[in-house]
């Protein structure tokens, strides 16, 4: 049983076709001695004859009928293997695992929908966290691409621009500054601020941008660990904070929350599409990674306005 091949499925299948022995062997483009040899080391294999031999030609028996169904199976299976295979190798199909930092997650969905309705047979898992726990999962294989704001450094990667990713620094509408124009970092001197969990993308941002001025920061009694939470505390008249404009275009627009006007802001970073270059991207993970390069800045936000 361990010989059976291929060769021996397209026998059983153009025997009982043509019912004949001389025209199956002229169908496969062999001699009638090598057709008759094929069926012969068949039916030692099995253990049972496959055909009744007739003098109006061949006919299979039961036990042939039955092997020629499995036969048949097994002709689709390998047609369905030859199909995932070249569906893999050409990135239209395949596992692909897409990792995103949390600040992403205002627009990766739509990216990766896009991308999933132009290549339905890629089976794709999508996951979302910080930028620590993003990176790690890089760095230990769970995901091949990465959409992040700050790739790492600690890690061989390569990096490819997707869009602009501005940042502006919100506060209520009703708050004292709203109506200032060109306010200086030392206006902010002793205004309670809100920032991200250590680790996350933000709150380095935060730091760097306010650089040593005297701050407030704000006890919530709880791990501001979202920019959901951010944005809830900032409209409940909390503070201000720092943040991805990306984030909160929607409560700009409705005017639930303004963007102060500080020199030096919007800080406009970018957005990447980072992968391993110590390993090799499966056909899947290169397809979304050029279709993210090409098509992502289209499905993020637009750029929230400044002032009050």
């Given at each position: 049983m361990r010989k059976l091949s291929f060769r021996h499925i397209e026998t059983l299948q153009a025997?009982?076709?043509?019912?004949?022995?001389?025209?199956?062997?002229a169908a496969l483009n062999v001699t009638p001695a090598a057709l008759t040899a094929r069926v012969k080391s068949l039916e030692q294999a099995f253990g049972f004859r496959l055909f009744d031999r007739l003098p109006t030609g061949m006919r299979m028996t039961k036990a042939g009928e039955g092997a020629l169904e499995a036969a048949q199976v097994v002709e689709k299976a390998l047609k369905d293997?030859?199909?995932?295979?070249?569906?893999?190798?050409?990135?239209?199909?395949?596992?692909?695992?897409?990792?995103a930092?949390?600040?992403?997650?205002?627009?990766?969905?739509?990216?990766?929908?896009?991308?999933?309705?132009?290549?339905?047979?890629?089976?794709?898992?999508?996951?979302?966290?910080?930028?620590?726990?993003?990176?790690?999962?890089?760095r230990n294989g769970a995901i091949e691409v990465a959409l992040a704001?700050?790739?790492?450094?600690?890690?061989?990667?390569?990096?490819?621009?997707?869009?602009?990713?501005?940042?502006?620094?919100?506060?209520p509408p009703d708050h004292r500054l709203r109506s200032v124009r060109n306010l200086q970092?030392?206006?902010?001197?002793?205004?309670?601020?809100?920032?991200?969990?250590?680790?996350?993308?933000?709150?380095?941002?935060?730091?760097?941008?306010?650089?040593?001025?005297?701050?407030?920061?704000?006890?919530?009694?709880?791990?501001?660990?979202?920019?959901e939470t951010i944005k809830q505390a900032v409209m409940a008249g909390l503070g201000v904070?720092?943040?991805?404009?990306?984030?909160?275009?929607?409560?700009?627009?409705?005017e639930r929350l303004i963007c102060l006007d500080v020199d030096g802001l919007p800080i406009i970073r970018r957005w990447f599409v980072v992968?391993?270059?110590d390993r090799a991207l499966s056909p899947a993970a290169r397809a979304f990674r050029d279709f993210a390069v090409q098509e992502g800045e289209r499905f993020l936000p637009e750029l929230a306005g400044k002032g009050g």
């Open positions: 025997i009982a076709t043509a019912g004949s022995l001389i025209q199956a062997a293997f030859g199909d995932v295979v070249r569906a893999i190798a050409t990135g239209e199909g395949g596992r692909l695992s897409v990792g930092v949390s600040t992403a997650k205002y627009f990766a969905p739509r990216l990766i929908a896009a991308f999933v309705r132009s290549r339905p047979r890629v089976d794709l898992r999508f996951l979302i966290g910080n930028r620590d726990a993003t990176v790690e999962s890089l704001g700050r790739p790492p450094r600690d890690l061989a990667v390569e990096t490819f621009p997707l869009g602009p990713h501005p940042y502006v620094l919100i506060a970092r030392n206006d902010l001197a002793g205004e309670a601020f809100l920032f991200r969990e250590p680790g996350s993308g933000t709150r380095s941002l935060f730091e760097d941008f306010i650089g040593d001025t005297a701050i407030r920061t704000v006890q919530l009694g709880m791990e501001l660990g979202s920019n904070a720092l943040i991805s404009a990306h984030t909160v275009a929607a409560e700009i627009e409705s992968n391993r270059t």
